[in-house]
């Protein structure tokens, strides 16, 4: 969200329009889920994905022509490979996508640098979205009590039920209009402390399904944009005071595959106090049970404490090099995303 909101302002200052897909509903196996974005602009850009293949296609197709004739819409795909309206695939599901046709104004500006800086803060907040049958819509953000702010658009935006405030997407109707939330807070993010091979390879893994990832070292010589393109953020610190500048919720993942034990063991004695969903740490097992001795004898931590740790880490698939062992990580964060582990 904040990639792409971020790409549409800076659209707007080189004078472009944009017409903002959103996924708002999906059913059965289809390739993106609520709340996929893509922006498709006038200078012929296209940024974000709803999934993909066909339907991003035709999503692309269809955002041209809203731009040209300035009006939003909503389209339903239909992805059963026999039926008369079906794109070629054999994913097999619906999905709805709502069109927004925008143009830039100081209000919609604004609006939307409130946005950006909502994603930035991590506070617990929601992007709602009114539209109507005849395509007007309205945009707004309400925080953890439904309460509204920076509203733009002339339909009125009506006030979200308490179910639309959780940590997924929701589409319902509201006095009389379609209503969409999305949470500003993105859950599932992967935070990946240090910057070396194994790291350098498994990011594009995770970015290819769809996690967030803050990558975190001492030294900007591994943490650095050139190093990690795709990472969400990049924070230099050191080890041991580096979650000061993170919070990791419940729904997080830490990866701990830093340049030697001493730095896994301050990472690893910090993450365990955390109540991230996953936790896993990269070395042999010799090293990972001299690791676990002495945040047992030293730290207090227990042997129950100890188990929350994926370690060796990453699925058993006999991988060596830095691309397989960041494959198998990958596959276990999936994994454990699924509920199967």
Request: aromatic share 8%.
């Amino acid at each position: 969200m904040h990639d792409l909101l971020s790409k549409i302002l800076q659209k707007f200052q080189d004078g472009n329009t944009a017409v903002m897909v959103t996924v708002i509903q999906s059913e059965g196996s289809t390739p993106r889920s609520a709340g996929a974005r893509m922006a498709v602009f006038s200078d012929g850009v296209s940024f974000g994905t709803v999934g993909g293949g066909a339907v991003e296609y035709e999503s692309q197709t269809l955002a041209k022509a809203y731009l040209e004739s300035k009006m939003s819409a909503v389209k339903d795909f239909y992805l059963y490979q026999n039926e008369a309206a079906d794109l070629g695939m054999i994913c097999g599901g619906d999905v709805t996508a709502h069109f927004q046709y925008m143009e830039p104004s100081e209000s919609l500006i604004a609006f939307l640098g409130h946005v950006v800086d909502l994603c930035k803060s991590g506070e617990e907040a929601w992007l709602l979205t009114a539209f109507n049958e005849e395509n007007d819509w309205s945009m707004g953000i309400a925080d953890d009590e439904g309460r509204r702010a920076h509203i733009y658009g002339g339909l009125s935006l009506p006030e979200p039920q308490e179910d639309m405030l959780g940590p997924r997407c929701v589409l319902d109707a509201v006095e009389g209009v379609h209503l969409f939330s999305q949470p500003l807070r993105i859950s599932g993010h992967a935070y990946i402390f240090g910057g070396g091979h194994v790291s350098e390879q498994l990011i594009p893994f995770l970015d290819m399904v769809f996690f967030p990832c803050t990558v975190v070292d001492d030294s900007d010589a591994f943490a650095n944009r050139e190093r990690f393109p795709l990472a969400r953020d990049i924070i230099i610190a050191a080890f041991d005071g580096a979650f000061e500048q993170i919070q990791v919720g419940s729904d997080d993942y830490i990866v701990i595959v830093t340049r030697g034990h001493t730095h896994d063991y301050t990472v690893l004695a910090q993450a365990l106090k955390t109540q991230a969903r996953y936790i896993g740490m990269i070395g042999s097992r010799k090293k990972n049970d001299a690791v676990f001795q002495k945040l047992i004898l030293e730290d207090g931590f227990s042997v129950t404490d100890l188990r929350r740790v994926h370690a060796p880490i990453g699925l058993p698939i006999g991988g060596e090099t830095p691309e397989e062992i960041a494959l198998s990580i990958a596959a276990q964060l999936v994994q454990t995303r699924a509920g199967r582990a």
